[in-house]
């Protein structure tokens, strides 16, 4: 018969394997969470203006990450200091390095999704 502290050191000891286990199974890689944050002067954000439906808009993003932009028209990108994919309505993924300001007045891209690596 076997005691019920041992039991009990059996059980955690089992629970730990499975948890180690588990944590060794699964993909390792980087968490990413992009972030809508506040427009604030000065800051480097990500910064997008579009416009959708009579509706216009200006977003800023923090943090690696990707992100769903609901097919949104944007009609400038300020990248700051982050580098970006945009994924448009084509299906077409356009990257975008650091420091640059770019305009679409003429054709501006429709943008599903964005992704700040």
């Known amino acids: ?17 499975a948890a180690a286990t588990l944590t060794l199974g699964m993909p390792g890689g980087n968490a990413f969470a992009i972030d809508h944050v506040q427009c604030v002067g000065g800051e480097n954000f990500l910064k997008i203006w579009s416009h959708l439906d009579g509706r216009d808009s200006v977003d800023c993003y923090a943090n690696g990450g990707k992100t ?15 580098d970006l994919i945009y994924y448009d309505a084509n299906g077409d993924s356009v990257k975008i390095e650091r420091w640059h300001d770019i305009t679409f007045p003429n054709h501006p891209p429709r943008v599903v999704a964005i992704q700040i690596l």
């Not at 009990?8 to 394997?17: D, E, F």
């Not at 769903?68 to 982050?82: A, E, L, M, P, Q």
Request: hydrophobic share 45%; glycine share 10%; net charge positive.
């Open 1 to 17: 018969m076997i005691s019920k502290s041992k039991r009990v050191a059996r059980s955690i000891a089992v629970t730990l394997a």
């Open 68 to 82: 769903d932009f609901g097919g949104w028209w944007v009609d400038r990108i300020s990248t700051g200091n982050n």
